[in-house]
């Protein structure tokens, strides 16, 4: 019996331990929250004109995923981020040919009004031939956040989205899932 009562007072020895190094710095977040702004994630593309039935679609597109990693150097305090973007997009009547061009965003407004706040990726999707739909991963974008504290880490959030222009986007917002 002594010897439960000595391996109970041993675990919890133990977890009491494991609990007071959990403070430790490195287990702050190093990577900045992603997400996705829900009025652009969306896209619809329609032909030129005043037309917005379903015959003058071209083609639609949705940010699907975006998945990486990151990596925090404390010598420099800088943050080295890998972002990958899926996009989705379906094929409509509208479209002539089989390519549609899609741009989207990386934000990080905790940069504004530097350059480095918003960068653009422009995308030229490829619709296989007997195929009206695609996934398309892009290329991994690599994003410095430089002279970081861990602890301000979540002031650089990231936002993607895909570019839209003003009536694309008022689009989106009347026409909201």
């Given amino acids: 019996m002594n010897f439960f009562k000595y391996n109970i007072a041993i675990f919890f020895i133990l977890l009491i331990l494991s609990a007071c190094s ?3 710095e490195r287990d702050i977040k190093v990577c900045p929250l992603v997400s996705a702004l829900s009025d652009s994630v969306t896209l619809t593309k329609f ?35 890998a972002l990958k973007v899926g996009i989705t997009a379906d094929r409509h009547v509208g479209l002539d040919g089989r390519y549609a061009d899609v741009n989207y965003y990386i934000a990080i407004p905790a940069f504004y009004p530097k350059l480095q706040a918003k960068q653009i990726i ?26 970081v504290d ?25 026409h909201k899932r």
């Fill in 22 to 24: 959990s403070s430790d």
């Fill in 122 to 147: 422009p995308v030229k999707l490829e619709f296989p031939e007997k195929t009206n739909r695609l996934h398309y991963v892009d290329d991994e974008i690599n994003i410095s956040i430089p002279q």
């Fill in 150 to 174: 861990l602890k301000d880490m979540p002031a650089y959030e990231v936002f993607v989205g895909l570019q839209l222009t003003p009536d694309e986007l008022s689009f989106n917002r009347q």
């Fill in 47 to 81: 032909r030129p004109g005043p037309g917005r039935d379903l015959t003058d679609v071209k083609f639609k597109a949705e940010i699907t995923d975006y998945h990486g990693s990151c990596e925090y150097n404390a010598e420099t305090k800088q943050v080295q981020l």
